[in-house]
């Protein structure tokens, strides 16, 4: 693992960090990082992380350093950036249009090896169109809609048909089936997936890799002849949302936002520095806005734009909370908060690490 | 006025945004702020706009130059951003607390002027430290909390006791008191202002500048003896929340988010390229994310990060709607939305301006 360590001076980030600020815990990172790769590799998964989590060369780097045969980008921004950092072999799990983005694409496939998805003839023949006259055929997997109700195609039948017009059009080869499971549908999303591998099979097409993803059910999955890689997103921060689910503990957590106390209003109000442009306003089902950790019974009950307004869940009030205070909050949605902030700051433990700018935030492109 | 025409060539933003982008039509801004500078001229207030809904230094001086007297920020690295760009009268509506915030507070107060607020003893004693071997006193205001429960003293009585502590403190001058009233309370606030303002005037204290703020309670508010300054923000763009409210109309709407349909999965449903990373969860009480301009019967039905999912409010289903046509969306929040973009593009119509950096997007700190 390539992760940078504290310096030997052994620096406090109490004293270093003003707020609001991203703390990411890179001990955490490692074990989420090992932990992860150890269940793909007793499920017979390789493993293919997905980097809009965290948006940053050096944790994917980290990522491909456990084991990963390379990495997982929702946007073209996202890879063009990786790329750039030297990450060579990814994934776009995104249907790519239009001349401007096409043109990107070619451009990024000379340095790297790149693969994309498709749900439709419109997006094959968008492909087709720009790479009929490239050096090697891209790599096209069919994106495959397992109970999400997202994109991609919603019949296994619709999936080997599209996947022989990939295998038939010029410029490009078919690599794959890739779905992003509904929770708690894994198995569903498995026999769904054997459909349509079967139905590809009698159209005479080899299924290279099968390609499911999702945090929540890496542990619920058991071991299957059908899933050949994992695209996990979330687990390498991990955030309340997941928690919630059951699915890690609050431990699991790399990431938090360090906010200070602000305003003391009335006994029972408090704000902090952190508002929906520090943590945004996904509940992710949860009637508030986070954890305020090692604080149970205050609650981060509204948002504004700067500022977050904590309340008190029992009658005891806020108590001792003062301004001035610091207090870290664990966010409902990790991926969405490392993507506000330009720079976010590494610790371990108690200690600072380094500052790191977060390379392929806002990336939407 | 000093914003940017379209250049002679006259060309079409269709052939050169790609999406998702963020669009800002010119003609609409300056209708926007040449409006809300005639109400509160009317109203017999000065102006002060807060800078968060767009963060442009630019659209700043324009505002400026339609008349008014200084801006807002809410927070420090957003004035930091303006003074940068030369804007020299600067309110920072936010408690600055903390030895690293206030000695750049002290760095920007050499290169314009700056006033801050504060709503407690603490702050209050934290830019005391700071400034009481300043140069020039820093101007304080009091934050009031006449009805929104956020930040501010909650009683007139707490509003004149901070004003005497202001004023005793060394290094600070007070300089007023300053609201952001709750919508549709305008003659409540307005109220309790003047209650405070007496209760200053009774300890012998000036209240020279008395400031509140909300683009909703502008057209609402009438003219009265208490409110010298306005703070509006959301106006320069206005958006979907301020069209449910009765505000504006869409017409006066300047910004909207430009996306491409990427998948049409089924009959019912279609997903575009902008989720909760372009857009925000923000529903400020709708039940959808936005509105598809043009298409009454389509809902932005959810989001996930870097998709949009659409759906038919009617039986008739999405009709023609097909992979590769691009629509408009009319956002929920303007402001969050002009947060999560470093560049957007600047329009006249149908006709290309510019594109534009964000300069102070993700200025948290």
């Not at 693969?115 to 968008?126: E, F, L, M, P, T």
């Not at 207090?327 to 380094?354: E, M, Q, W």
Request: proline share 4%.
């Amino acid at each position: 693992m390539s992760l940078p360590k504290h310096n030997s001076s052994k620096q406090l980030w109490r004293n270093l960090v003003d707020t609001p600020a991203v703390l990411v815990d890179l001990n955490v990172v490692e074990r989420n990082i090992a932990r992860c790769q150890k269940r793909c590799e007793q499920l017979g998964f390789t493993v293919r992380p997905h980097i809009k989590t965290h948006k940053i060369p050096l944790l994917a780097q980290a990522q491909l350093d456990a084991g990963a045969m390379g990495i997982t980008c929702q946007k073209l921004g996202e890879a063009e950036v990786m790329v750039e950092a030297g990450i060579d072999d990814i994934l776009i799990s995104y249907n790519i249009i239009g001349a401007a983005k096409l043109a990107r694409l070619k451009a990024l496939t000379e340095k790297a090896r790149i693969i994309v998805c498709a749900d439709s003839g419109y997006v094959v023949a968008g492909l087709s169109h720009a790479f009929a006259d490239a050096k090697k055929p891209l790599e096209v997997m069919v994106e495959c809609d397992t109970g999400m109700n997202r994109c991609g195609v919603t019949t296994a039948a619709e999936a080997a048909n599209l996947a022989q017009e990939i295998f038939r059009a010029p410029g490009l080869t078919f690599s794959g089936l890739m779905t992003y499971p509904a929770a708690d549908q894994g198995n569903e999303a498995i026999t769904w997936l054997g459909q349509a591998k079967e139905a590809c099979q009698k159209a005479g097409l080899d299924v290279p890799v099968i390609s499911s993803g999702g945090t929540p059910d890496l542990f619920k999955l058991t071991a299957n002849d059908i899933i050949t890689e994992y695209r996990p997103g979330s687990y390498i921060y991990n955030d309340r949302s997941l928690v919630s689910s059951g699915a890690v503990t609050e431990d699991d957590c790399a990431l938090s936002v360090l906010t200070t106390v602000v305003s003391r209003p009335t006994k029972d109000r408090a704000a902090i520095d952190a508002g929906s442009k520090s943590l945004t306003s996904d509940t992710f089902g949860h009637a508030d806005f986070g954890t305020v950790l090692g604080h149970p019974n205050i609650q981060l009950a509204s948002l504004s734009e700067e500022h977050g307004h904590l309340k008190s869940k029992s009658t005891a009030g806020l108590g001792q909370i003062k301004v001035g205070d610091t207090l870290r909050i664990l966010p409902n949605h990790a991926c969405v908060v490392s993507n506000l902030f330009d720079h976010i700051t590494f610790v371990r433990g108690d200690y600072f690490v380094k500052h790191q700018t977060v390379a392929a935030r806002g990336a939407v492109k």
